[in-house]
């Protein structure tokens, strides 16, 4: 049966443009524009053929191409199928990792299935969230994971470990008066200037404890904070979150940067760690760019200059839900 996917297109913050005919929940509507002319275009496609044999330059395995011109073909089992089974393979073709554009087209049996669309879905959320961060960083942007709201040009990010209170403690803010920026992923520069990246916190209190039942929810959970987004602000202070026996330490940006490397880490390791992430590993072996080793050291230097020019570094340590202290802290600010 011939499926018909409709096209989004979004533009986020005039660094990168990306038009796509899949579903994804994880880039925020905030971003949807009605066109745009992309540098990254990721396509779901109804057929994709394997490479012949003489098309093929090299092999990584059993599962990765390097067809030349600086393309990869990578193709993998299915998710959930495999397990029942199915030898069918979901296929990819990856060109221009490393340029201005940057092109992924994918296919695989079974995408109307529900249970496979679901997790299908989610592992590209998490190869596209990768790729992302590659190109915001070649256009001198870097993603934190932080939480981040703002008042008037002030811009406050919130980092810690997940179950710190976070999205707890920024609702709380927005409901003072402060604008919403973001709930995990937050760019910066190196000039400490802030750009708001909208994914809305799910409602926790209404996720099902059953797994199962996120594979049969045919619709995101509803998304809600209250108040305005804010689209852009300058680092003002930056607090980190942690449980435990009360107490407020004011940072160094040393100390901040060592921390907020680590807490940066936990997070972006997971789109790392996705199995279909491997394509980029793959590309950069083939094709020797994007330099993955210099990737990750410019994005410590350039978190640890947006760092620098905070005014204030604060970790914040409380047994309190609603992280009555950071409130104090903050809100009188």
Same mark, same amino acid.
């Given at each position: ?71 990869l ?116 520069d ?12 799910? *409602?926790?209190s ?5 797994? %199962? @039942?996120?594979?049969? &929810?045919?619709k995101? +959970? =509803? ?6 987004i ?43 760690n ?20 210099r990737?990750?050291?410019e ?5 640890? *200059? ?7 570094? %604060? @970790?914040?340590?409380? &047994?309190?839900?609603? +992280? =009555? ?9």
């Amino acid at each position: 049966m011939t499926m018909r996917l409709r096209w989004s297109n979004y533009n986020i913050h005039d660094a990168i443009r990306l038009r796509t005919n899949v579903a994804f929940t994880t880039i925020p509507p905030y971003f949807r524009v009605d066109s745009v002319e992309p540098n990254f275009e990721l396509r779901f496609v109804e057929h994709l053929d394997a490479p012949l044999p003489e098309a093929v330059n090299r092999e990584a395995g059993f599962t990765v191409y390097d067809v030349g011109n600086g393309e990869l073909v990578y193709e993998t089992d299915i998710p959930i199928m495999y397990l029942l089974g199915s030898k069918a393979r979901w296929r990819f073709r990856v060109s221009g990792l490393a340029d201005e554009r940057t092109d992924v087209v994918t296919s695989l049996p079974y995408f109307n299935f529900v249970p496979v669309r679901f997790k299908v879905t989610d592992l590209l959320s998490r190869l596209v969230h990768l790729i992302l961060a590659i190109k915001l960083q070649s256009k001198g942007l870097a993603f934190c994971h932080a939480t981040t709201v703002a008042k008037g040009d002030d811009a406050y990010l919130l980092f810690g470990f997940s179950g710190t209170g976070k999205s707890v403690l920024a609702n709380e803010m927005v409901r003072a008066g402060y604008g919403y920026m973001s709930e995990d992923f937050t760019i910066v520069d190196r000039e400490g200037r802030v750009y708001c990246y909208p994914d809305m916190p799910p *409602a926790r209190s209404r996720v099902s404890s059953l797994p %199962i @039942s996120r594979y049969l &929810r045919l619709k995101p +959970l =509803e998304r809600k904070i209250d108040g305005s987004i804010q689209n852009r602000a300058r680092i003002r202070s930056i607090v980190i979150l942690e449980k435990g026996r009360e107490q407020v330490e004011e940072l160094d940006s040393e100390e901040t940067s060592r921390r907020v490397t680590l807490l940066n880490l936990e997070e972006i390791s997971k789109l790392w760690n996705s199995p279909i992430s491997a394509i980029v590993n793959h590309y950069a072996y083939f094709y020797r760019e994007p330099d993955l080793r210099r990737v990750m050291t410019e994005h410590e230097l350039l978190v640890s *200059a947006a760092i620098a020019r905070a005014e204030r570094c %604060i @970790s914040v340590r409380s &047994r309190s839900p609603n +992280l =009555e202290t950071v409130r104090r802290l903050l809100l009188g600010s």
